[in-house]
């Protein structure tokens, strides 16, 4: 269910069963350089990702709901015409 003022990627992270420190470990580890905090900020909406940033976090998301069994993918930001 999501919560008044849910941002996508907060959704589609919790849907992944990942945490934010998770979600960071996974967007590093893709080549993401936004620290832990800035991407606590991307995901609580607090702060707006530049494009690869949100793409990053998309893809880390999307790998663990692949290995979950293809829930719906996060949209990347070509697809929201970000």
């Given at each position: 269910?999501?919560r008044p ?10 849907q992944?069963?990942l945490s934010v ?6 967007y590093?580890a893709?080549?993401g350089?936004?620290?832990p905090?800035?991407v606590?900020?991307?995901?609580a ?10 793409d990053?976090l998309?893809?880390?998301?999307n790998e663990?709901l692949?290995?979950l ?5 996060t949209?990347?930001?070509d697809e929201?015409?970000?």
């Open positions: 269910m999501t003022g849910q941002t996508l990627l907060d959704k589609a992270r919790l992944a069963g420190a998770d979600l960071w470990y996974a590093f893709l080549g350089m936004a620290r905090e800035e606590a900020e991307f995901v909406g607090a702060r707006e990702p530049a494009r690869l940033d949100y990053l998309a893809q880390a998301i663990r692949s290995e069994g293809g829930e719906k993918p949209p990347y930001s929201l015409g970000r």
